[in-house]
């Protein structure tokens, strides 16, 4: 959030150095920013700034300095609650809003915006002297869900991703057919999380104290039940007790879900086990965990 006297900054570190100093600090979202994503291969990242911010920025990469460069942005003024990358896209997910964007190498000039001061006094931009490409964007067709707020996305593949809503509504986006957005399912909650793990092919969705795994045999069929009970086998759910969780990440053997309680909590084979680890040092929500 933006502090009274500080402009919002995105900050990269170097994970093989003690230092808490960052190697780069990145100071063009205005407001505040929602989200950051590293591409797969790590050569761009991605920083979407609050609807008052209005803008997506993908930067460039230094793999030897870490340094960032703008690559290329756009404007993008819808209230965003997730961003992920899905192979050279990036999918933005939020309230009636489901956009794909392309990374490319277009040449056109993108919007640019005058940056301020928490005084008011107009700062010098820090773009490129060169041309930044435009992030073109697409959005995708809701159908029946185009009043639906969406909670989280994740992606599969290169060319699929899975979406989810604040209803627990389960839809699957495949860029191959027209970036259509099918609804295949429901979990019977609020989701606010999502994982993939993609070497055991099964997704993790998390909301309000419930925790359900769904194979990506049943999410590319569109043919697990809506609202089913617990006894789909495609389906496997955990109670994970009142807390909200705000993030989940898999890794081959494990998972680990992070709540509104400040608890970690570590599931493996796809169960939950009964107890959490309360870390002194989350005093305040933990929005992520990778």
Request: hydrophobic fraction near 35%; aromatic fraction near 6%.
């Amino acid at each position: 959030s933006l502090q009274t006297g500080y402009l919002p900054r995105v900050l990269i570190f170097n994970l093989q150095e003690s230092s808490d100093c960052p190697l780069v600090i990145l100071n063009e979202h205005t407001f505040g920013v929602s989200a950051v994503a590293f591409s797969p291969d790590n050569r761009y990242l991605a920083s979407i700034g609050t609807p008052n911010d209005g803008f997506l920025y993908v930067w460039s990469i230094n793999p030897r300095t870490g340094a960032a460069r703008l690559h290329s942005s756009n404007k993008c003024t819808s209230f965003i609650r997730s961003m992920v990358w899905m192979g050279n896209s990036i999918i933005t997910v939020g309230t009636r809003h489901v956009k794909v964007w392309r990374v490319d190498s277009g040449q056109s000039s993108s919007p640019s915006k005058q940056r301020f001061s928490p005084e008011g006094i107009p700062l010098p931009s820090t773009a490129q002297s060169t041309a930044i490409r435009t992030l073109a964007g697409r959005n995708c067709l809701l159908g029946v869900l185009v009043e639906t707020t969406f909670s989280c996305v994740t992606s599969i593949s290169e060319d699929v991703a899975i979406v989810c809503s604040e209803k627990g509504d389960v839809c699957l986006l495949d860029d191959n057919d027209g970036q259509k957005l099918i609804k295949v399912g429901h979990v019977g909650f609020a989701v606010t999380c999502i994982s993939a793990n993609i070497a055991r092919r099964f997704v993790c969705v998390g909301g309000r104290g419930r925790m359900k795994t769904i194979g990506f045999e049943e999410l590319l069929k569109g043919n697990f039940l809506v609202e089913s009970p617990d006894t789909n086998s495609g389906l496997s759910s955990s109670q994970l007790g009142s807390g909200t969780l705000y993030a989940l990440a898999s890794t081959t053997e494990i998972c680990i879900a992070v709540n509104s309680e400040h608890a970690i909590l570590v599931s493996k084979n796809n169960l939950v086990s009964q107890g959490s680890t309360p870390l002194t040092a989350h005093r305040d929500p933990v929005l992520g965990v990778r």
